[in-house]
């Protein structure tokens, strides 16, 4: 299939009825033919413009869903047997959709898969039938831009439209972050899954991850670019520190609201709701200086998130720059999410004259940073960076020019 997925990536680029076709012969070779039609769906990766580890903790976050994408070619079967295959990764896996799914390491991706359908049928949907299902992705595994979440993402609305199950997109997103919490056991925010399932081309969202309201903000960049830049860092999040990030601001908020409770104030609901002079006055009873560090990321992040969107609808995109910047420090210092690779990308970037800010995307440990820059130093820029960085670390990073994209949708 390795010469199946360079003809895909090329089609993917330009020409989805091509890409359709393609995918149908490959589909057909694998699984053979049948009276049932094959349907076709894709989901986005996404980069977080500013926002980072907070959507965990009711703050607001600013991704936005780029133009790389996962496709699915699904089709349903006449008994109960399920098949997923991946153009990227061959080999076909077989479950029946009436067992009980649980995680199981030799299962690799179809873990996502199975977690979304124990996720469905725990809420109550039946399926009768089973399919076989192939997919291809464009977007790089474990890489900070979230494949984990666009294959969710992209199996989930595939599952409510082959079965009419009538999910809307933030159901979706709630239904994949609950599959990471109970099935996979990364306990992670719902950002990546909701500009997924709900992203649109030329638009951020401004998400409030305590109420789910959220806000299309125009993305109008102007003669700049954002450039994802993949440290090529592998990582998974569930070996990562992710959930002891998640553990530390629990336990931080317990202190602070037990503090709240003695002066008789009411409690916070999340690390977010404590404005700047709220943590000022309790930061005295944060003793221990690494909950001290990961609160104050919480408080300035959260602000830099409102900041960030005023400055580009005010077409101000230097400042917008120097909030990345701030961001990508404060997840150094404070929140300690960066690390040698991301740090030296950062750094990097900030030489190039034409870069005006740059920071980690995402949980970080590795994984992605984005960098905003000039349409015209590209070639510059990867030549500069890349080579300092290949130097530094011993092998290279990648990087790529995104635009934004549709969320999670049937391929027409
Ligand atoms: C991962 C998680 C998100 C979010 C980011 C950090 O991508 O899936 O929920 O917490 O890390 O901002």
Redesign the pocket.
């Given at each position: 299939m390795a010469n199946d997925y360079s003809v895909l990536a090329e089609y993917a680029q330009k020409d989805t009825d091509a890409l359709k076709r393609e995918l149908s012969v490959i589909f057909e070779r694998q699984y053979g033919q049948s009276s049932e039609p094959v349907m076709f769906f894709a989901a986005p990766a996404r980069i977080?413009i500013i926002g980072?580890?907070?959507?965990?903790n009711g703050g607001k976050?600013f991704p936005a869903a780029i133009d790389k994408y996962i496709y699915l070619a699904i089709r349903r079967r006449n008994d109960s047997v399920i098949r997923y295959d991946d153009v990227r990764f061959p080999g076909v896996f077989t479950f029946d959709i009436t067992e009980t799914f649980a995680y199981k390491k030799e299962n690799d991706y179809c873990n996502y898969l199975n977690g979304i359908l124990s996720i469905l049928k725990s809420r109550g949907f039946t399926f009768p039938k089973g399919f076989d299902a192939l997919f291809f992705s464009c977007i790089p595994p474990g890489g900070g831009i979230?494949s984990s979440?666009a294959l969710e993402c992209c199996f989930a609305y595939a599952v409510s439209s082959i079965y009419n199950l009538n999910v809307d997109g933030v159901e979706i997103a709630k239904i994949g972050q609950e599959s990471e919490h109970r099935f996979m056991n990364v306990n992670?925010?719902?950002?990546?899954q909701f500009i997924i399932a709900m992203g649109k081309k030329d638009r951020a969202i401004l998400l409030d991850c305590a109420t789910l309201d959220y806000e299309y903000v125009p993305l109008e960049l102007g003669d700049y670019r954002f450039v994802v830049m993949n440290t090529n860092k592998k990582r998974q999040?569930s070996d990562s520190k992710?959930n002891e990030r998640v553990s530390e601001c629990k336990t931080a908020l317990g202190i602070m609201n037990a503090e709240l409770e003695k002066r008789g104030e009411p409690a916070l609901p999340d690390l977010c709701s404590c404005s700047a002079e709220q943590f000022e006055s309790l930061k005295s009873c944060l003793t221990d200086d690494v909950l001290l560090r990961r609160v104050r990321h919480c408080v300035t992040e959260n602000a830099r998130v409102y900041a960030a969107v005023a400055a580009l609808k005010a077409g101000n995109l230097q400042e917008l720059g120097r909030l990345m910047d701030a961001s990508h420090e404060s997840l150094r210092l404070d929140y300690e999410t960066t690390g040698i690779e991301l740090d030296t990308l950062h750094e990097e970037a900030g030489k190039i004259s034409g870069c005006i800010g740059s920071r980690v995307t995402?949980?970080g440990f590795g994984g992605c940073g984005i960098a905003l820059i000039h349409k015209d130093c590209f070639g510059e820029f990867t030549e500069k960076v890349g080579s300092v960085y290949r130097e530094k670390i011993g092998y290279d990073a990648s990087f790529f020019e995104c635009g934004t994209g549709d969320g999670a949708s049937a391929l027409n």
């Open positions: 977080n980072e580890h907070i959507d965990y976050v979230s979440s992670c925010g719902i950002m990546d999040l992710y995402g949980a």
